[in-house]
Nanobody, 115 residues
Framework: QVQLVESGGGFVQAGGSLRLSCAAS????????MGWYRQAPGKQREFVAG???????NYANSVKGRFTISRDDAKNTVYLQMNSLKPEDTAVYYC?????????WGQGTQVTVSS
């Protein structure tokens, strides 16, 4: 069973930075595509960024140039560096891991950006 544990959320002022981490277990980490999604109150969950092992990352237009996704296959961990945060980035951020059969989700971590 794949387990994902996020950390690093918190409260930050607009223009600040946060780094989220997601530690995975129960899978061959290098074989799964990792991603970050977010869900703001009253809105649907949306894609933020994704990365495959050895592949190029991809980003939602709303975060391009501000967020950077990376992965460390030796540590079974994926990161999301978030810079120049805006109030509209406020959401619960979820880590995802996808193999050929399904997508697994973490429990989420809250990110709140004040104006």
């Amino acid at each position: 069973q794949v387990q994902l544990v996020e950390s690093g959320g918190g409260f930050v002022q607009a223009g600040g930075s946060l780094r989220l981490s997601c530690a995975a277990s129960g899978t061959t980490f290098s074989s799964v595509a990792m991603g970050w999604y977010r869900q703001a109150p009253g809105k649907q969950r949306e894609f933020v960024a994704g990365i495959r092992s050895g592949g190029r990352p991809n980003y939602a237009n709303s975060v391009k140039g501000r967020f950077t996704i990376s992965r460390d296959d030796a540590k079974n961990t994926v990161y999301l560096q978030m810079n120049s945060l805006k109030p509209e980035d406020t959401a619960v951020y979820y880590c995802s891991a996808s193999d050929d059969y399904r997508t697994y989700w973490g429990q989420g971590t809250q990110v709140t950006v004040s104006s």
